[in-house]
């Protein structure tokens, strides 16, 4: 009664407010502890008083100035409720029904995240569906083995099928927690404002932690049988005969059976096909990127790079993209938001040599030259590539000391296959996300919390310049549907800066959750505030960031996330961003 009263005050004012949904740890030890475990604070009931005491250190139910709701975003770690009872695996239904529970005592608005990615907890089930091939992604090699993130061991579960049992583990929990939800008051069920699934799910690849980039040793999923024939499918649908696809691919295949993704990187391995090529580039776009960083003395106004293909300008791009891995190399420099990309289209260029130029705007007309790159476009048969004429570039210098610099891609010399059959192999994959994450939603829209809207819970690759895109596969996932919300994890410059807010505008979304919040840098109040009011504007619900639990005064764990806002947690920033939310909630 009490939000309902302070909402509609506020919404007399004016725009509805943005809710702020900390996450906090509260599967351990609120959930799945033993009956009146006192390290839940004075309940074994549900989570609701290890909550209100988070959530009072940071701010009120409604800040003073009615722009800002504090709620909470309740994970249900899905894998993790589950445990063995004799040859079978079981609900945990008395820690399913604390959580339930907390939804019911806590009186806020709620975010309920229905946790289960790639990255392990501790769920003695992932163990044993690791065993199953079904369960994982498949490159063509096999089954991918599990691997590591910062630490974590990251479980490759297939998103290629829906009939494995991973999938059917996930649902037998969604579907106990509906049950349990279903019992409370229909008041409770309007708490929740919102629910995300799964959280980050995506195309795996091999060496995840490193291979995000581009690079010649090129492997992504799936490749199981289920898959390419799914890709058969696919194709023969789009194209609707053989005869079309082999006019539009200047290829001879007999029939749909015959065809094969691209799984074969043509510098390497013998083709039989040229369709069989794919590497970083194959569907025909290639980033220019790199780095600059020029010294405030010389100037304050934003930094600015262009582009010229064999002397005619191509691109204009601000150098303001995040690259925590400059900083990390070079803390002087004292900002991570010098980075750039452009991605050129190869696929319509003729083959040969092209001269590409970067060159870097200084001042009012001066124009410093960065580098060159010399590639080539080459045809089907490998032919040598013919230097192509070029054009006269502008007048320019050299840069000075002031300017620190570098062009990470393209390499020098660097050669360029386009193979129009993995454009639509790309498609594909992301439909396989859609479809994957649309199963589960299907779970929601069938019960007693069906609207409540829904959101993918989604990464955001293309905000990172280093990073190959079209691995993880999920623009599909990214796009404005009927049934699923746009949810987001934004990190470092996509959080407050330009490049996930360009890409919205032009989206088509009307609105859009920030699922996962942190700039990975301490900003003041007024910066922080300015930021929020930026994604409000934009048509942001939510916003969830992490934050340690803690009860009153207590210490946090020292097994913390390293992105919690937390008055003892340094990491990127993180104590001073507590500090900066606690000030805008109070305004």
Same mark, same amino acid.
């Given at each position: 009664?009490?939000?309902? !009263? +302070? ?11 943005? !809710? ?19 390290? +839940? ?38 894998? =993790? ?15 399913? =029904? ?8 806590? /009186? ?14 501790? @769920? ?7 065993? /199953? ?20 061991? &990251? ?15 996930? @649902?037998?929990? &969604? ?6 939800? +279903? ?10 404002? $919102?629910?995300?699934?799964? $959280? ?13 980039? %581009? /690079? ?25 005969? &053989?005869?079309? !696809? ?21 510098? =390497? ?20 990127? $790199? ?20 002397? *005619? ?11 925590? *891995? ?17 991605? !050129? ?46 054009? =006269? ?6 840069? $000075? ?6 062009? *990470? ?43 409540? /809207?829904?959101?993918?819970?989604? &990464?955001?690759? %293309? ?104 008055? *003892? ?13 606690? @000030?805008?909630?109070?305004?």
């Amino acid at each position: 009664m009490l939000i309902g !009263l +302070c909402l509609l005050m506020v919404l007399r004012k004016g725009a509805a407010p943005l !809710l702020l949904a900390p996450m906090m740890r509260l599967t351990q030890p609120c959930m799945l502890a033993a009956p009146n475990d006192p390290s +839940c604070r004075g309940s074994s009931d549900s989570a609701a008083a290890l909550v209100e005491a988070t959530l009072s250190r940071i701010g009120p139910r409604v800040s003073p100035s009615g722009k800002y709701e504090l709620g909470y975003t309740l994970q249900v770690p899905l894998l =993790q409720l589950l445990q063995p009872i004799g040859n079978d695996w079981v609900v945990n239904i008395p820690a399913v =029904q604390r959580l339930v529970r907390t939804l019911r005592d806590v /009186d806020r608005p709620a975010v309920l995240y229905l946790f289960s990615t790639h990255f392990g907890i501790e @769920a003695p089930i992932q163990d044993a569906l690791a065993q /199953d091939p079904a369960n994982l992604a498949t490159t063509p090699q096999g089954p991918m083995p599990n691997d590591t993130y910062d630490g974590m061991v &990251i479980y490759p579960w297939s998103v290629a099928r829906t009939d494995n049992e991973i999938t059917g583990r996930r @649902a037998q929990v &969604i579907s106990a927690l509906i049950e349990e939800v +279903c019992r409370l008051e229909p008041a409770h069920w309007a708490k929740i404002r $919102g629910i995300t699934l799964l $959280g980050e799910v995506h195309h795996l690849f091999p060496g995840f932690e490193a291979g995000m980039g %581009f /690079d010649e040793q090129y492997s992504v999923s799936d490749y199981s049988e289920i898959s390419m024939e799914g890709f058969r499918s696919y194709l023969s649908k789009y194209f609707s005969s &053989i005869d079309k !696809l082999n006019s539009a691919m200047a290829t001879d295949y007999r029939s749909f059976a015959e065809v094969l993704p691209p799984s074969k990187n043509i510098r =390497q391995q013998a083709l039989q096909r040229f369709t069989e090529h794919i590497d970083s580039y194959a569907h025909g776009s290639l980033p220019v990127s $790199g780095w600059v960083h020029v010294e405030k003395s010389r100037s304050d106004s934003p930094t600015w790079i262009r582009l010229y293909l064999n002397g *005619d300008p191509v691109a204009r791009v601000n150098a303001d993209l995040g690259r925590q *891995d400059v900083l990390a190399a070079l803390p002087k420099l004292g900002t991570a938001d010098v980075g750039w990309r452009f991605d !050129l289209d190869f696929s319509s260029i003729p083959t040969g040599v092209h001269r590409i130029d970067v060159v870097l705007e200084s001042g009012a007309s001066e124009l410093l030259h960065l580098g060159t790159r010399l590639i080539s476009v080459m045809d089907r048969q490998q032919t040598q590539p013919e230097v192509l004429a070029t054009n =006269q570039l502008p007048v320019t210098s050299s840069p $000075g000391k002031s300017v620190q610099f570098y062009i *990470d891609t393209p390499r020098d010399k660097a050669s360029y296959f386009y193979n129009p059959l993995v454009p639509l192999w790309h498609k594909f994959r992301q439909r396989q996300l859609v479809d994957y994450l649309t199963y589960f939603d299907r779970l929601i829209e069938a019960s007693c919390i069906s609207k409540s /809207d829904r959101y993918v819970h989604q &990464i955001v690759p %293309f905000t990172n310049p280093g990073w190959d895109a079209q691995k993880f596969a999920v623009e599909a996932t990214l796009e404005s549907t009927a049934q699923l919300h746009l949810g987001v994890s934004l990190y470092g410059e996509s959080s407050y800066g330009h490049s996930f807010l360009d890409w919205y505008r032009k989206s088509g979304h009307q609105s859009y959750g920030v699922t996962e919040f942190h700039p990975l840098r301490a900003m003041a109040p007024a910066e922080l505030r300015a930021t929020l009011d930026a994604h409000r504007a934009q048509g942001a619900r939510f916003l969830s960031f992490f934050m340690e639990s803690r009860w009153q005064s207590d210490g946090s764990s020292t097994d913390r996330n390293r992105f919690s806002f937390d008055v *003892d947690n340094p990491t990127s920033g993180s104590d001073k961003l507590f500090q900066s939310m606690k @000030a805008v909630l109070s305004e």
